[in-house]
């Protein structure tokens, strides 16, 4: 499953990346929303995290929810706090659900562990 995290901070992005890749995720990264978008314009992914605090993020979403094909696209808006406000414009600009950062292992396992499945492996024939 393909997943794409919109983050400025680098730590964050790469902390992220380990933990989903281990999850069977191919993840790929963009520091900031235009990065961001012209990986979307190339192949939506399935899965995209989007830092709210990120100039360009509710753009982000609405040119994601854009694309013809983005109903298979789960958005999750990423937020510091419960601030109801952001989680509201997050909504409105077509985020499915929401991620608190700062996130570890545990968080991101509870919310992603078996989205993601391992590759499937060949089958062997009668005569292998």
């Given amino acids: 499953m393909n997943l794409l995290i919109a983050d400025q901070s680098d730590v964050v992005r790469k902390v992220a990346k380990r933990i989903l890749t281990g999850m069977n995720f191919e993840v790929a ?3 900031n ?3 961001a978008t012209a990986r979307c314009m190339k192949a939506l992914p399935q899965i995209v995290i989007v830092e709210a605090a990120m100039d360009g993020a509710l753009e982000l979403i609405q040119f994601i929810r854009s694309v013809p094909g983005n109903e298979r696209t789960r958005i999750y808006y990423c937020i510091v ?4 406000r952001k989680m509201m414009a997050g909504r409105r600009a077509g985020a499915n659900d ?3 950062k700062p996130f570890d ?8 562990n078996g989205l993601a499945q ?5 089958r ?3 005569a292998q």
Avoid: H
């Avoid at 292992?105 to 992603?112: D, E, I, N, P, S």
């Avoid at 391992?118 to 060949?122: I, S, T």
């Fill in 98 to 100: 929401f991620l608190m």
């Fill in 33 to 35: 929303a235009a990065d």
């Fill in 118 to 122: 391992p590759a499937e492996q060949p």
């Fill in 81 to 84: 706090e419960a601030d109801l």
């Fill in 105 to 112: 292992r545990k968080t991101l396992g509870a919310v992603f």
């Fill in 29 to 31: 990264e963009a520091r």
């Fill in 124 to 126: 062997q024939t009668a």
